[in-house]
């Protein structure tokens, strides 16, 4: 595989101690454009956009592809083109955030109420749509390859939230059906956004399909973590009670473990309803034990292990290391 | 303004009585290649979207489209790009459609339950969202500026739902209101079709700008004829109770010229909420009177005389003269 070299990095200095430091100037460009695509002509609907997106959630799919870009040799002259895309996935990810708590009932979002909880179902459902439609006005621009790419996942994200709604309160997900179903309504957007990322930097077409793949392994490793914290918390770290999962009947990765792992599981988690209180405090006892928790992590690492070796195809750089830190520090995280 | 030459239309015969006659082929190609963008990889979305939109609704959108495209000298090489086209706005239309009945809690659509009322809140989003996403990806392969049309479009769709929710169960909504909302919740999408057609067609920037307008004028006429129905019925033809829009809140055609003509419907429409069943009675009987209907007749007949003064740029054809047929037949339908 041909090794892209990247453009020499800003030099290192007493600011640039996080992974997002070297791409700082471009998450300045994606923060002050994403502000502006916010505005609508229906104040309600401006207001809903900034109530989830300003100044809120960690920014890590731009974060992810600006470092791809980067590190696949994308030249400065073309980074507005991968500013554009990192908003463009942002867009969307944040109009799924607000669609899905209107599906799933979720009323609170990052320690605060959701969006749904706040403004209810119509002004929530169609902010979702104008951030849909500001992501897919922004892709214009793009090659037909790109806006396929960008839309296939979007289309995943769709499938994959189905996918959910149809396991839910079902205490016989396996592993399997797990991984499906994060890889479609979590991973597909890392892995657009990998493949997108990779090709805007002029990427051969083996490392566009290195990226995708990489892309897919931190989605699935970000989500993975994502549900150790639901069970694990605390509380204030994680923004929501813990244990949501349980309660709605969400197929997460401690409780496919725990299905696997202790039998006596199955029995608490009815089929086709919620548990009742009792059932609940039991079996979040037994996604917290050690041992569940240890294997679920395993799998997360599994993940992180694979993007890593992924990630070796692309030359050294500092873009390198800081995706390599990033990537480090998913297993880690405590939020 | 140049005058554009359109192919040579497809020989007059029996069959060729009715204005779709003349793109009875390309509305075949729209029909089967919609059937095919239905499939999901998640049956239930599949269903969803087949009992919405398949053999069902007048494809009124792809029929102006491709008669537009034509008319403009639009040529066989390239219809490919207007079937396109076509199924992409009717794919964004029916996605608002979802939409819409879950944010009005519309329980009937075409005379049987709405997708909402039969799948519920959860499946029939996801639904929409999934043909938001087909036709985005459809709408990869063409130049920017035409997603920039459509992506523009699908933003006014949103705000034009926001607005039309901000104006319900007010009495005191203006017909300048009234407009700005069809303009942007109805005819947003039709002059879009319109300004791609003639742009796919390969006219010259002021047919393109001509038919924008065209197409807006249609989607007036066409939306302020759906509101005097709402209110003359009958039920059986419309496919929904008489007066839905009184009851529901929605500032229709009669509603505001009711409000105009006759200033004691005002204190019928309680500010802030639902009326009661006899204020309703009441209010349903004075926007059905003859002067009220013949008021509403009148302002749907001026956006079809805008829209044939407009025709008159484009030379004459079979295509124009079927899109002339069409727009007369507007005013003289009756579901």
């Known amino acids: 595989m041909k090794l892209m070299k990247a453009d020499a990095p800003p030099k290192a200095s007493a600011e640039c101690s996080e992974p997002a430091a070297v791409v700082r100037r471009e998450l300045t460009l994606v923060e002050s454009k994403l502000t502006r695509l916010l505005e609508s002509r229906e104040p309600i609907i401006t207001e809903i956009c900034r109530y989830l997106i300003d100044g809120a959630g960690k920014r890590l799919r731009p ?18 083109d991968a500013v554009d895309a990192a908003i463009a996935l942002e867009l969307i990810h944040s109009a799924t955030l607000l669609h899905d708590d209107i599906i799933d009932g979720g009323m609170l979002r990052r320690g605060k109420p959701s969006a749904f ?3 209810g179902v119509a002004a929530s459902l169609v902010a979702g749509d104008f951030l849909f439609c ?18 296939g996942a979007c289309i ?33 957007l890392f892995a657009a956004g990998g493949r997108v ?29 994502d549900d150790i914290l639901d069970v694990t918390g605390p509380e204030e770290l994680i923004g929501k009670p813990v244990g949501s999962d349980l309660r709605e009947g969400v197929l997460s990765l401690p409780i496919v473990i725990g299905l696997q792992e202790r039998p006596e599981l ?3 988690l009815r089929d086709g309803g ?4 009792a059932a609940l405090a039991s079996a979040l006892a037994i996604v917290r034990e050690p041992q569940v928790i240890r294997s679920a992590r395993a799998k997360a690492s599994e993940q992180v292990a694979i993007a890593a070796g992924l990630l070796c195809s692309v030359a050294d750089s500092a873009y390198k290391a800081a995706i390599a830190e990033l990537l480090a520090a998913q297993t880690e995280r405590v939020s």
């Open 63 to 80: 974060l992810f592809i600006l470092l791809i870009y980067r590190a696949c040799g994308g030249v400065e002259a073309n980074v507005e």
């Open 266 to 268: 199955k029995s608490m």
């Open 274 to 277: 919620p548990p009742d209180e």
């Open 156 to 188: 995943q994200l769709t499938e994959g939230e189905v996918m959910e709604g149809r396991l839910r309160h079902q205490a016989h997900g396996s592993f399997d059906d797990y991984l499906a179903v994060i890889s479609q309504k979590t991973a597909s």
């Open 134 to 151: 500001r992501a897919f006005e922004l892709c214009g621009r793009f090659d037909e390859r790109l806006v396929r790419t960008a839309a």
């Open 197 to 225: 990322a990779a090709d805007l930097a002029g990427a051969n077409a083996v490392t566009i399909e290195t990226m995708e793949r990489f892309g897919l392994a931190v989605g699935r490793a970000f989500q993975m973590v």
């Open 117 to 119: 909880a706040r403004y």
